[in-house]
């Protein structure tokens, strides 16, 4: 029966604890698994001495897909399931934005997928780019349109036409496009192109960035320029123009909001898990970039852990932005000790 307590105790202990997993750097490589990353997963997924599954989240700032068809990718490339109801894209939250405005400029992504996620939001009017350059060609001098690009394309008559938020979903394609149409919106009468603003401040329309990262790690022996790095340029090019700082509200991690978010996330994710929908007291995150994964981690009082399969590739520690619980080579190092620990 000592041996039933020990066991009970270890049982209880591992129901109260629980991972938040960054997904580029910590899991895969763009499309590449990290090995280390599937043998972590299986053992959260009940491959574990007690035979139990321990509950864990995904918590990345990677974008640009709807929720479902990032996670059957994931699934098959780390060839363990993840559902919607554990995994958070930067995005995500954001779709809280969709009874504030009406009608939504959405930059990023490959293609048009970025209106398909806005849509499945409930954005019930969604415009990107491409819609304007099919109705302006000239807004974008430097543009060559597809004639793909152009059927895929809703123009319309946007000086007759406000548009009432930008929404960066995920990284531009086309920073020269881009860039052009979103600073001919800040720079409009109240969203309404082919105007000008006469106060730059009162009459701007609001931006929305999903996340704040300078890098992205990817195949790439170093890591690439990420959707923040898109936005401090903007934000230069607004503030060399105007004079004045351009205001804007930056999601993902290390915002708080989107750890409070993950809370939400994680709470009902216990409950399917567990059965209990109630927050683990012992919570790691496991991930690569000290910037965002770490800061964020470590204001929110989770456990952090540091891998050095991506952005981080310093000595002991990370000196800025240091890991709490530790620095180990890979995930699966960061899991098992954090399963020892508990
Ligand atoms: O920085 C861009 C994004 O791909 C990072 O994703 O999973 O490392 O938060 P993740
Ligand atoms: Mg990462």
């Not at 009970?8 to 490589?29: E, P, Q, R």
């Not at 019930?124 to 060609?137: E, G, K, L, S």
């Not at 002991?316 to 899991?335: I, K, M, R, S």
Request: net charge negative.
């Amino acid at each position: 029966s000592q041996i039933q307590t020990i066991e009970a105790k270890k049982v209880a202990k591992a129901k109260n604890m629980a991972f938040s997993f960054d997904i580029d750097g910590v899991l895969v490589h763009g499309d590449l698994p990290i090995p280390q990353g599937k043998r972590a997963l299986q053992i959260l997924n009940g491959d574990n001495e007690l035979g139990i599954k321990i509950p864990h989240i995904f918590l990345t700032n990677g974008s640009g897909k709807p929720e479902q068809a990032r996670c059957a990718q994931l699934s098959k490339i780390l060839q363990n399931p993840i559902s919607t109801d554990q995994f958070i894209q930067s995005h995500t939250p954001m779709s809280a934005l969709a009874s504030y405005y009406d009608s939504v400029l959405v930059v990023g992504g490959v293609g048009y997928r970025c209106r398909e996620v806005a849509e499945q939001y409930g954005f019930r009017d969604v415009i990107v780019p491409n819609d304007i350059v099919a109705w302006d060609p000239t807004i974008a001098p430097y543009r060559e349109f597809t004639e793909y690009e152009k059927a895929m394309s809703r123009p319309r008559d946007f000086s007759k036409h406000n548009i009432n938020a930008i929404l960066v979903f995920s990284d531009s394609r086309d920073y020269a496009t881009d860039i052009q149409i979103i600073m001919d919106l800040l720079l409009s009468e109240n969203g309404r192109l082919k105007t000008k603003a006469k106060d730059p401040v009162s009459q701007r329309i609001p931006i929305y960035f999903s996340q704040g990262d300078l890098l992205c790690p990817t195949e790439h022996w170093q890591p690439r320029l990420s959707q923040g790095a898109f936005r401090v340029g903007l934000e230069a090019m607004y503030k060399a123009l105007t004079g004045v700082d351009l205001e804007r509200v930056v999601y993902g991690k290390p915002e708080l909001a989107t750890y409070k978010y993950a809370d939400e996330v994680m709470a009902s994710w216990m409950e399917q898990i567990h059965g209990e929908e109630k927050l683990p007291e012992n919570i790691y995150m496991v991930g690569d970039n000290p910037a965002s994964d770490i800061i964020g981690g470590n204001m929110y009082g989770w456990n952090t852990c540091l891998v050095r399969t991506g952005v981080f590739q310093g000595g002991e520690n990370d000196e800025n932005n240091p890991a709490n619980f530790g620095v180990f080579p890979t995930v699966l190092e960061a899991v098992q000790a954090a399963l020892r620990k508990e």
